[in-house]
């Protein structure tokens, strides 16, 4: 059963922007709280966090450029990406929580063009 369904990946030009979203299934409790990326042969990777308060978390790699957002109801999360570069293609995941239990996206792909 599909707990986090992200959207808005696709292919930019440096410089460019685009947003993510990732909403929690309506039947689901999972509470959708950060973005991790993974680039092409590398770790997947901590991007950003955002508390159920609205406390925020970032990468060092992406601070000042992106900005991670949620709904009142806690089950959907954002992250606005601006001046994108090269090095932040990657999949992007969202993560989730609902107790002690982790969940994933399935994640999209976003693709900087030099």
């Known amino acids: 059963q599909v707990q986090l369904v992200e959207s808005g990946g696709g292919l930019v030009q440096t410089g460019g922007s685009l947003r993510l979203s990732c909403a929690s299934s309506s039947i689901s409790r999972v509470i959708p709280t950060a973005w991790y990326r993974q680039a092409l042969g590398k770790q997947r990777e901590f991007v950003a966090r955002i508390s159920p308060g609205g406390s925020t978390d970032y990468a060092d790699s992406v601070k000042g450029r992106f900005i991670i957002s949620k709904d009142k109801a806690n089950k959907k999360v954002f992250l606005q990406m601006n001046s994108l570069k090269p090095e932040d293609t990657a999949v992007y995941y969202c993560?989730?929580?609902?107790?002690?239990?982790?969940?994933w996206g399935q994640g999209t792909q976003v693709t900087v063009s030099s």
């Open positions: 993560y989730g929580v609902v107790s002690t239990n982790g969940y």
